[in-house]
């Protein structure tokens, strides 16, 4: 049986998160931080004032790469670890679009790792929100790149050895514009942080310590165990990169929260794109005239 | 109009400037209306080593780098050990006495030593110059005038370097011009002029043409050889022609960006050789489940692994064929000449479009990397342009919209982000009509059951769209030699001397491999003689698809892997023998080794 088609409607009057609501709820458990980060997200959509088709969110796999069937904008749920590189395609191809990323840790730190690294260097106009649980979720709770030291997981029984990475810092040196670290209990804190990175001209980054509640010993108490770890960055000055990758490799009890760093000097990716100044390439006419083509043709005699 | 077909072979060490020769003297002949293919065989370095460029000049069309070479111009005393073997009888061999201790000697050939110190006074020791000079004694041999010479070295060199570097090349040009006059020969084949003039270039720029051709909005490469060229076609030329060109970070990021790309609306291509197209497996995959058209180019080079990064072979069409995971559509050609490969894009990008599926060309080195003379108005710059079901405004539904509606041809309306009223969600998990994941909890095996056999019914409307291979050469033949892709030409011309020798014989040639139509390639089949499937890898990958896809078992094979393409006389010698023995296993000889 054929399934009825759904008729969209669009927006009435000033959005609301409401309007970003997607057809289909979430499936995470019941407490999880990623919550609130859908909830920020939709906020954030609203606030910037736009249709829902003007975004596109584009998400790898996990727990938290579900987020684009819970949200009423453009969706993609790609490869594990392929979302950014996905999502820069899709900004080149349109960059009217306002592109956000989500996804875990696992995904972007873990599989993702070089698409990380390498879509900050190229600073393409995208926000990328890390769902950052410390845990590779879906997969019932092994160590992620960002599980600390003597964490006994389901593969790491003895306790985990390796170092984990700090997402934050490594923001800072490879070259994100707009880099953030946000705690999923303070919404408020994480809508602003989100509306702000969509605003800024360059790849924004923000790290959400967004905890599980199943897979960690602590449970539903993960949460307390975040509160006696996480300050507000205070009296810090963004615009200081020397600064703020000091304040950023702060971890455990001193773990910072807020914006550590954002660069307005430099151009996004797109913004360099000489192709782009005639609006996105999605809508230009396509192929190339015949005096194009007799001039390439002309240079190869 | 005297007919002829001659080969000059330039080689030396890499550093020398045989590219540089090898593109002045085929410019040359293009200017003067002749046909050329080249080959060049060379190895994986930047300096040192060798390579070996073969230009056939012909006045008829040519397709493959030929069985003979006329003329070797020996860059270094290693060529002149190396290739002196190598002249035809009546040929000659260029090269610098000052290379040489004891001069070569062979008596069925000319010896045509030059001195670059006394040609040219050039005091400096790398003896820059010595292409120019060695190119122009050739070209003196074979009549060309030295006015067309004097124009490439202008247009090679004027913005390079400037006019001082030109006027000492163009004396060197001169004086090695009047020093062949005197002391050689010249060749009882003299190059006329034919009308038009040609047109000049390779495989990889044809295809990156192509793409310019087919509307491709969004090109993105990670280095490869052998598929570099189009990377370094597109990146100088994308910003006239309103192309977005990235170079990534790994050919994951390539794909999975054209994937993007070609998501939000772009017409969008990628191309790699085996080791990154194996990378790029998983996310076709998800184009295919997506429902995404892309064009993925895979330049094939020798394998397994990192293998042979310059030489050429036909093996990873297993590869290609069980690219990722599971069941998707997916469309598999393979250009069967140079100029093949610009009219594929197009053809290709309608296709994918049409069915919403990935489409990979499967070619090679010595297709991609091979170069050839075209007459230049044969270039088709409109090629037809159809996007299929695409949505891109408000108001070309009714506002009732699912992304993966169920229809009878299995193709769903597509509509592209930024389109309002049409969200959906696309997703590498399964999904209902409406984009809705069926895999975690929502499983529905009835569900699974609809999405998969809609997407698979685009399979039957690409077969019916994909033409048949033909039989070319006379019907009544002894044997008929089947072959894929790029070895249309060596084989086409194999033929032609198998039945110029009494052996009559004809050719199936195979260009759209996949999906395959079982019985209307049976059809053509049936009309086979002593069937010779020709093919450049060690397994007989062709082979062994078309008998799963067709039942169809030849009765000998011919299979080169040893890096270098077939000549002609290989697969005439590899018939003959398959007629007159009990094996069923040819495996020619490579006789030139570089």
């Not at chain 1, 260097?121 to 879906?138: F, S």
């Not at chain 2, 001069?103 to 040219?120: G, V």
């Not at chain 2, 310059?310 to 064929?321: A, I, S, Y």
């Amino acid at each position: 049986m054929a399934r009825r088609a759904r008729r969209e409607r669009p927006i009435q009057g000033a959005p609301t998160a409401r309007d970003f609501k997607g057809d289909v709820n979430p499936d995470w458990c019941a407490g999880c931080g990623d919550f609130s980060v859908l909830n920020s997200l939709q906020n954030a959509y609203a606030k910037l004032g736009k249709g829902n088709h003007d975004h596109l969110t584009v998400s790898g796999i996990g727990c938290s790469s579900n987020l684009p069937g819970y949200i009423k904008t453009y969706g993609m749920h790609t490869l594990h670890g392929r979302a950014l590189a996905v999502a820069t395609g899709a900004k080149f191809a349109n960059h009217e679009l306002n592109v956000v990323v989500t996804g875990g840790d696992g995904d972007g730190y873990g599989i993702g790792g070089n698409h990380f690294i390498h879509t900050m260097r190229k600073n393409i106009d995208l926000l990328y929100i890390v769902m950052n649980n410390e845990t590779y979720g879906l997969t019932v709770g092994q160590a992620s790149p960002t599980t600390i030291v003597g964490e006994q997981t389901k593969s790491t029984p003895f306790g985990n050895l390796e170092t984990p990475l700090n997402p934050v810092a490594m923001a800072i040196v490879s070259g994100a514009t707009y880099v953030a670290r946000a705690f999923s209990s303070d919404g408020k804190q994480l809508a602003e942080l989100m509306y702000n990175g969509m605003q800024h001209k360059g790849f924004a980054f923000i790290d959400v310590i967004s905890p599980c509640v199943t897979w960690k010993k602590e449970k539903m108490k993960i949460f307390d165990y975040w509160k006696e770890r996480v300050q507000s960055l205070e009296s810090h000055d963004t615009s200081d990169k020397a600064a703020a990758l000091a304040q950023a490799v702060k971890t455990g009890h001193e773990t910072q929260l807020g914006l550590f760093y954002h660069d307005t000097s430099r151009q996004s990716l797109n913004e360099m794109e000489p192709v782009l100044e005639n609006g996105p390439i999605a809508h230009q006419p396509l192929g190339i005239t015949q005096e194009q083509g007799d001039a390439i043709v002309q240079r190869m005699m | 109009m005297a007919k002829y077909d001659f080969a000059i072979a330039v080689g030396g060490a890499p550093g020398q400037g045989i590219e540089t020769a090898g593109k002045s003297i085929s410019q040359i002949c293009a200017r003067y209306g002749l046909n050329v293919f080249t080959y060049t065989a060379y190895q994986s370095l930047i300096r040192g080593g060798h390579s070996f460029l073969t230009i056939r000049i012909s006045s008829e069309p040519v397709a493959n780098h030929g069985d003979k070479i006329d003329l070797i111009i020996a860059l270094d005393a290693n060529s002149v050990e190396k290739h002196l073997p190598h002249v035809a009888p009546g040929g000659a061999l260029i090269y610098n006495s000052e290379h040489v201790k004891e001069p070569p000697t062979r008596d069925d050939i000319q010896l045509c030593p030059i001195s670059y110190k006394e040609l040219t006074n050039d005091p400096d020791r790398k003896a820059r110059m010595l292409n120019v000079c060695m190119s122009s004694v050739a070209l003196q041999l074979v009549g060309i005038d030295l006015a067309v010479l004097e124009e490439i070295i202008v247009l090679a060199l004027l913005k390079r370097t400037g006019q001082a570097v030109v006027d000492a090349n163009i004396a060197a040009a001169r004086a090695s011009y009047d020093y062949a006059a005197e002391h050689f020969t010249p060749f009882d084949v003299q190059f006329e002029r034919q009308d038009p003039p040609l047109a000049f270039g390779s495989g990889n720029m044809l295809m990156a043409m192509g793409g310019a051709a087919a509307g491709v909005k969004f090109y993105a490469a990670y280095p490869m050889s052998p598929s570099t060229g189009i990377l370094h076609w597109m990146a100088p030329n994308a910003r006239d022609l309103g192309i977005i060109v990235r170079q990534c970070e790994d050919e994951i990021s390539v794909v999975n960006m054209v994937i993007g790309a070609a998501h939000t609306g772009a017409r969008a291509m990628c191309a790699t050789s085996g080791g990154g197209f194996a990378l790029m497996s998983e996310a076709i995959g998800s184009a295919g489940m997506m429902e995404i058209p892309i064009v993925v180019v895979n330049v094939q080079r020798g394998g397994p692994s990192t293998g042979l990064p310059t030489k050429t072979e036909q093996g990873d069409l297993w590869q290609v064929l069980g690219a990722s995971q599971g069941d998707f559509p997916k469309i598999v050609v393979s250009p069967t000449s140079i100029m093949d490969g610009f009219n594929t894009i197009p053809e290709l990008f309608n296709l994918v479009d049409k069915f919403q599926c990935p489409g990979m060309v499967l070619t090679d080195l010595s297709l991609a990397e091979g170069h050839t003379t075209f007459v230049p108005d044969s270039i088709n710059w409109q090629p037809k342009i159809d996007r299929g079901e695409l949505i891109t405004e408000q108001g070309q539904t009714d506002g009732e919209y699912l992304r993966y509606q169920i229809t009878d041809s299995g193709i769903s309306p597509r509509a592209i982000p930024g389109t309002p009223e049409h969200m959906h969600v696309v997703a590498t998990d399964d999904h209902d009509e409406d984009g809705g994941l069926i895999s975690d909890e929502f499983t529905n095996p009835h569900k699974r059951r609809d999405i998969m056999e809609k997407r698979q019914r685009k399979m039957e409307g690409i077969v019916e769209l994909l033409p048949p291979p033909t039989l070319e050469g006379p019907e009544d033949a002894e044997v008929t030699l089947i072959g894929w892709g790029s070895t249309h030409g060596v084989i086409d011309e194999a033929a032609q001397l198998l039945t110029e020798v009494g052996i009559a014989t004809n050719h199936i040639h195979f260009k759209w491999l996949y999906p395959m139509d079982e019985d209307a390639v049976n059809e053509v089949l049936s009309k086979a003689a002593h069937a010779i499937i020709v093919e450049c890898n060690y397994t007989g990958q062709f082979a062994r698809f078309l008998r799963g896809e067709t039942g169809f078992k030849a009765d000998g094979h011919i299979r080169k892997y040893d890096g270098e393409p077939f000549m002609p006389h290989h697969v005439v010698d590899g018939a003959r023998e398959l007629l007159n023995s009990k094996t069923d296993l040819y495996v020619p000889y490579q006789e030139i080794v570089v």
